[in-house]
C-alpha cells in the first residue's frame, strides 16, 4: 500500500477511504459505516488525511472573550443548564455598559474576538442589542464581533417586527461581524420536538445562516451531539449543513467541495480599501494594516461557514440529566466523522469547553484543526472538574498543547486570517491571508 494511503483495518471502511482518497463527498450509508465501525484508529487516520491536506500540521485558536449578556431566557429547552427565569435564583442580565467594560478588558488584555451570545431576554427591547454593539465598536474598533444564534436573530425579528434580513443589517450597521453557529442541535423534527420544542427549527434556522452568507456576514454551525438523537439523525445533520454549504458556495461560484474560502470573498482590494479596513472583513491576497476607522461590511459580498463546532452535550444540570456523558472516544470519533462527512467546510473546531483539552488535543489528530481560543469567561455549560464560570486556557498551554501534538499553533481571527503581533510589545501589526492547501 502507499505510503500516503491511510491505513484502516476495517474493510467495511476500504469503500469510504477510496472516496475520501478521491475527494468524493461522502454518502449517508458511509456516515452509518463509520459509526457502525470499530476501527476508531482507522477513521482518525482518515480524517487526519483530510485535514493535513487542508491544513497540514497548523492548529488554529484566537485570543477571545466569551461574553454570555443574560440568562434569562423565555424559553426552557431540555437540554439546557443555562436559562433562568427573571427573578430565579441565578439569573441575571447585564446592562450595556457592563458588556462594553468587559469587551474593553478584552481588547486591553490582546483579544481580536468577543463572542456575544445569550437567552431570549422577554422584556428587552431590539435597541438594547444595537446598543451593545455600537457600544462596543466605539470602544473598542478592533475587535470581530461575533454575535447572536439564529434563535436570537430570530427573537429579534419576533421583538422588533422586523425580517430576518433587517435584522441582520440593522446589527450589521451597529458592527457586526458574523455569526456564531449555535442554535442548530440536531437538524430533525423528532429530536426538535423532543428536546427544544419551541426554539427555532431547521428551516428557520437555515434561513437565517443563508440570508446571513447573501448579506456577506460568515458565520459557523455547530452540531449539540449525545442527547436524543440517533446515530442516522445525527449524520443526516452532518450532510444538511454540507448542502447549505454547498448552496451558499455555489451563490459564490465556487465549486460546492471547497474548502477555499480566504480567496474568495470580497475584500480590501485597492490601497485606499486597505486605509480603512476593519476587523469585520475579510481579505483577499493582502497582508492587511490595522487601522481602527470601521467600515460598514461591503454589501455585495457573498459569504459561506467558516468552522463545524461539534457539541459533545454535557447533561449535569439539564432535564436531560440522566442521560449519560459520552465518552471518550464517542467524542473522538463524531470529531472525525465530522470531518470527513463535511468536506465543504475548511475548519473543524475542537471546543476545548466541551470536549475538556485533553479530548481537544487528541482530537487534532482525529480531524480537528482549531482550538477556539482564550474563552476566559462562559456561562452556558461547564463541565463537573470546572468550579466557576471563569475558564480560561492561557496561550503558553494553547501552545504546549499543539507542541506535543507535533502540531504548530496559529493565532488567527475570526476569518481565519494570521494574526500578526509584535513580539517585544505583543501589540497587533496585520492580519495575513491564510490559505487552506486544497
Ligand atoms: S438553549 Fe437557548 S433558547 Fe433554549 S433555553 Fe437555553 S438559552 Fe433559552
Known sequence: MPQDVPHVADPALYPVRDRVLAGQSLTLDDGLALYASRDLHGIGRLAHHVRTRLHGPKVYYNRNRHINYTNVCALSCKFCSFHRKRGEEGAYEMPVDQVVHIAQGAAASGATEVHIVGGLHPWRKFDYYLDMLRGIRQACPQLHLKAFTAIEIVHFTRIARLSIAEVLVALRDAGLGSLPGGGAEIFDERVHAEAFKGKVGANKWFEVHRTAHALGIPSNVTMLYGHVETIPERVKHLIALRQLQAESLANMSLPVQSCQLPDTFVGA?????????????????????????????????????????????????????????????????????????????????????????????LALDWGCDDLDGTVVWYDITKRKEHEGNHQELHLADIHRVAREAGKVAIERDTLYRQVRRDPATDQLISYDELVTSA
Not at 487601522?291 to 461591503?298: C, F, G, H, L, M
Not at 461557514?305 to 456523558?325: A, D, K, M, Q
Request: charged share 15%; proline share 6%; aromatic share 6%.
Open 269 to 361: 482590494k485597492s490601497t485606499d480599501d486597505l486605509s480603512t479596513h476593519d476587523s469585520n472583513r475579510r481579505s483577499n491576497s493582502y497582508s492587511i494594516p490595522l487601522n481602527s476607522a470601521a467600515v460598514p461590511v461591503n454589501t455585495t459580498t457573498r459569504s459561506a461557514f467558516n468552522c463545524v463546532v461539534p457539541l459533545s452535550f454535557i447533561p449535569e444540570g439539564s432535564e436531560l440529566g440522566y442521560l449519560p456523558r459520552n465518552t471518550g472516544l464517542g467524542d473522538l470519533k463524531t470529531l472525525a466523522i465530522t470531518r470527513l462527512m463535511v468536506d465543504n467546510i475548511p475548519h473543524i473546531k475542537a471546543f476545548w469547553i466541551m470536549q475538556g483539552i485533553h479530548l481537544a488535543q
